[in-house]
């Protein structure tokens, strides 16, 4: 598995997972026999699949015009579906004992680690606090179980819900139980540099960087979390 370290200011990183196939369904922890819990990790695989379901039907049906209530939930399994993807890294970190961390070729890889293990708690505490919120959201959906309809309201705070217990295991085992391997890469470099340049220049270079990695979605997300910097 390699992870991008991504520079994002003189010495802030974030990191970056791109699939470079087509997705398998998100593996299941070990379910428990029976309970609640059993019923929770059930329901939440089974959120999983229609979400990916749902965004291969709307792709085949793009020309559809459904009802309000089904525009809605399109809505909400469109949302889920994107979730998904970027909550791949830490999700899948959980079943990793070997990572490839590519970084600038610039920063040597005892500088980088330190700051992949400070990303990942980062990840950890920030899952760790919404889950404690999202958590009473489930609880208080139940009560629309009697409302006629799907429950839309409970599908996104049980997919909250259970990508914030993902994404926290996957951060415990990246911090503590797997073994990172640096490689250095030179277009990483570009990256640094494209923070200085005005929008039109810095957006070309990042997308000449994507192109010569194979990262699709990475001008994107580069765009993003350097929105705040790019702002101030």
């Known amino acids: 598995m390699d992870v991008f370290v991504i520079p994002v200011g003189a010495d802030r990183y974030v990191l970056y997972y791109e699939q470079t196939a087509e997705p398998e369904p998100v593996p299941e922890d070990e379910p ?16 999983l699949r229609e979400a ?12 559809a015009s459904p009802s309000w209530t089904r525009r809605i939930q399109d809505r909400m399994m469109s949302w889920i579906a994107k979730r998904v993807a970027e909550q791949r890294l830490l999700w899948n970190l959980r079943k990793q004992d070997h990572v490839v961390a590519v970084h600038p070729s610039d920063t040597g890889f005892d500088t980088v680690l330190p700051q992949i293990h400070q990303a990942l708690q980062r990840d950890y505490e920030r899952h760790r606090n919404w889950l404690l919120v999202d958590t009473l959201g489930l609880l208080a959906s139940a009560l629309l179980t009697l409302v006629p309809g799907p429950n839309l309201l409970a599908y996104y705070f049980l997919f909250r819900v259970g990508g914030h217990w993902l994404s926290m295991r996957g951060a415990t085992q990246g911090r503590r139980d797997v073994q990172w391997e640096g490689r250095p890469c030179e277009s990483l470099n570009g990256l640094r540099e494209a923070l200085r340049l005005p929008r039109r220049e810095r957006q070309l270079l990042v ?3 994507a192109a010569a990695l194979c990262l699709r979605h990475l001008p994107t997300f580069f765009e993003r979390v350097t929105a705040k910097d790019h702002r101030s």
């Open 32 to 47: 428990a026999a029976s309970g609640i819990i059993a019923r929770f990790q059930r329901r939440f695989s089974e959120l």
């Open 52 to 63: 990916e379901e749902h965004r291969q039907e709307r792709s085949e049906q793009a020309g």
């Open 207 to 209: 997308q000449q960087i």
